[in-house]
């Protein structure tokens, strides 16, 4: 079995009886390192699978790597083992431990649109900016491990005494909707671990093993958590490249990959040299390009696979001209060398430069699949069916509440909503109760009190047949009782109802092939959906299609022929990165986005951009002058300085110029 690995690879599938890191830099091979061993440990270590957790940062690297490892071994033999991200673990954790946490069984998974509104009504402010801030600084306390009570001594000033504040009457409000957020999710499992041993001790008997993915970016909850269930015996095999750590604008901590050194003295660290990925080109110009970041540990990549073709960067005339020429040059390419259009991918810093690449792509009939975009469970009417899906596992979720009682509209007005929150929150109850308290009959009309009445017993009758019967039928069920095709149709938006309605319908088809596969019930499907959408967005599925999608999205995946679009100053790196001194974490970006390229690799900038209406001049990337000159073949505006280019040195000191015009400390 260990016959595909190297040496150093095998070394660290044997080691088993301490704590083990991986540390190497891109396409190494560490992925393929937990894959297996977690074959190995059940093969021929003795384990039984259902003692072993591995652990992704995305639902799409979880999946990939289930496959992985039943590519490799009988899946009979993986019974009960866990792959999945450090979010789905918390969440089924938190699921088995509700009772201790003080949920219901039935809790609800807030979005990120619940989290401003509860932000925006707390601070009294609906200005988008501050309360997205607000959400933003709170979100960071959560994931540092620091409770409202500590975020409140902690306070230096007003400001941050506010901020905590708000977050201590954000934690009121979801413990009162008996929701958690995305956060807590890691956050609650460490917090009752600490304070519970009985019911650590019992998740530490339960994984045996952990194995780790992407560990640079893990952050302090998600640190602490590995802690916990590994315990004093440290049994976890971490991976991870401090060179790809791109998320610490989400609170990730590279000094993690450090300070399990210090708190693991008996740490084992073993690192991979040979790429199985990239042609030499392609490496060099990565290693090239992460040279300019200052170094936490040192590394080397080398690759049999050839030199390979140059790097082509190219200039466009503006963004309409990059995205028709990414999509010729993928037409003539697949012509020419035979390859299938899954074999491209498209790479870009921001979400926002996906639509002109689709609408080109559309219009050359090129099939492609987005990811790591705007979510299919953002949409309105998908958002308006898991609204009640909400609150059909959750009376108390009351954001659900509001949006399934006023979508459809059913003669419940605003009027009546106001004294129904006043009653609620006078009583510390959730909507739902307070429909029913004797009390609330005398503050409102009849007609509206019968409408809230008849509302909640429409909820209570599903709520009875949800963990029973088939998820789809009875959606199926639910769409028709409260007539939501027609309301679509009804309502006069821009977006054609025929669209939503086929999305509406492409829920039920999912909620049924889900059922299918593994017999979810409504309930189950609606605390995933909450998490998929969470994390990444829902994976289109298309076998043969060209992948666009997000620097970000893209870690730990590879394409033979990479295009990576926008490289510009002020898209890669990113203006808020150049403005807030994280041109460090912009590189790694780009060092992402280049090894995700197995043989070919095109860099792209465009000489102008509408931004706001208005075109603006823009500039190449300074990462592009990163490169190696002789390794690239530039077509554009930076061609006539390239020309002046000879050495390397000279290649530094034509870029130390440029970042001085730029007026950055920064390389
Ligand atoms: P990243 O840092 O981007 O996540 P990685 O270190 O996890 O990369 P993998 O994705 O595991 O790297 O491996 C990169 C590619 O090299 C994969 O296609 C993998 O199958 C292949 N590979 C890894 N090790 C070997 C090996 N010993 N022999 C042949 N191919 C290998
Ligand atoms: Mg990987």
């Keep these: 079995m260990l016959h595909t690995l190297n040496a150093p690879q095998q070394a660290a599938v044997r080691h088993l009886d301490g704590p083990l890191l991986v540390l190497a830099g891109a396409g190494s091979g560490k992925t393929r390192v937990i894959t297996q061993k977690i074959a190995y440990m059940v093969d021929q270590a003795g384990y039984d699978a259902r003692h072993i957790a591995a ?46 946490l003080g949920y219901k069984p039935r809790f609800s998974i807030l979005d990120a649109a619940d989290a401003m509104k509860i932000i925006s009504d707390i601070i009294g402010s609906t ?87 992407e560990y640079q970016d893990t952050n302090v909850c998600q640190y602490k958590l590995v802690k916990q269930l590994t315990g004093f015996h440290g049994k976890f095999t971490a991976v991870g490249d401090d060179d790809q750590s791109i998320y610490a604008w989400r609170g990730a901590n590279v000094e993690n990959l450090a300070l399990l050194k210090e708190d693991f003295p008996r740490l084992e660290v073993i690192k991979l040299e040979q790429n199985y990925r990239s042609t030499s080109r392609i490496l060099k110009a990565a290693n090239a390009v992460i040279s300019n970041n200052p170094k936490l540990f040192e590394k080397q990549l080398w690759s049999e696979l050839g030199i390979g073709d140059p790097i082509a960067v190219v200039e466009m005339k503006d963004e309409e001209h990059e995205a028709e020429t990414v999509a010729m040059r993928i037409l003539a390419h697949k012509f020419e060398m035979r390859t299938k ?39 309105a009417e998908i958002k308006d069916v898991l609204g009640y899906l909400r609150l059909i596992a959750n009376e108390n979720d009351d954001p659900a509440f509001i949006r399934a009682v006023t979508t459809p509209k059913r003669g419940v007005g605003n009027v009546t909503l106001e004294k129904l929150g006043g009653l609620a929150a006078e009583r510390k109850i959730s909507l739902f109760e307070a429909v029913h308290l004797p009390s609330f009959e005398t503050l409102v009309q009849p007609a509206q009190y019968e409408a809230l009445q008849t509302f909640c017993a429409f909820i209570n009758r599903i709520q009875g047949r949800a963990t029973r019967e088939p998820a789809g039928a009875l959606l199926k069920e639910l769409l028709l009782a409260i007539d939501y095709e027609t309301w ?92 807030g001194g994280m041109v460090e974490e912009e590189r790694r970006l780009m060092y992402v986005g280049i090894t995700r390229a197995q043989r070919s690799l095109t860099i792209s900038y465009c000489g102008k951009r509408k931004r706001a209406g208005e075109w603006q001049i823009t500039e190449p990337s300074r990462f592009l002058l990163e490169l190696p000159p002789e390794e690239i073949r530039i077509s554009g505006r930076l061609a006539g300085k390239k020309n002046v280019v000879v050495s390397k040195e000279e290649g530094k000191a034509k870029l130390a110029n440029l970042l001085a015009g730029l007026g950055s400390k920064n390389g």
Excluded at 507 to 534: C, H, P, Y
């Design 341 to 379: 259009f899954s074999d491209y991918a498209i790479l870009y810093r921001g979400n926002h430069q996906a639509r002109i690449i689709e609408s080109q792509l559309r219009n050359h009939k090129i099939p492609y699949q987005i990811s790591g975009g705007q979510s299919f469970f953002d949409k």
């Design 127 to 213: 200005d988008k900016d501050e309360v997205r801030g607000t959400v933003g600084t709170i979100s960071r306390l959560k994931n540092d491990f620091m409770s409202p009570d500590a975020a409140m001594l902690n306070a230096q000033s007003d400001g941050e005494l506010r901020i905590a504040r708000a977050y201590r009457a954000y934690q009121d409000t979801l413990f009162a909707y008996q929701a958690v957020d995305f956060d807590d999710l890691i956050r609650l499992p460490v917090e009752l671990f600490e304070r519970d041993k009985d019911i650590l001790t019992k998740w530490q008997l339960r994984l045996r093993y952990l194995l780790i993915d």
């Design 488 to 579: 679509l149709y009804d309502s006069d938006e821009p977006r054609p109802a025929e669209a939503k309605w086929k999305n509406v319908l492409e829920l039920v088809a999912w909620f049924d092939k889900r059922a299918e596969e593994n017999g979810d019930s409504l309930i189950d499907m609606t605390q995933k959906i909450a998490l998929i959408t969470l994390l990444e967005g829902r994976e289109e599925e298309a076998p043969d299609a060209v992948r666009l999608t997000t620097l970000h999205a893209s870690k730990g995946l590879e394409y033979p022929h990479v295009f990576l679009i926008g490289c510009e100053e002020g898209i890669l790196p990113h203006q808020q990165s150049i403005d």
């Design 55 to 100: 652990i992704t940062f995305t639902n799409k690297a979880a999946r990939e790597m289930q496959e992985r490892v039943h590519g490799i071994m009988d899946p009979a033999r993986l019974k009960g083992l866990i792959v999945s991200t450090f979010h789905s673990l918390g969440l089924q954790i938190i699921r088995t431990e509700h009772a201790a």
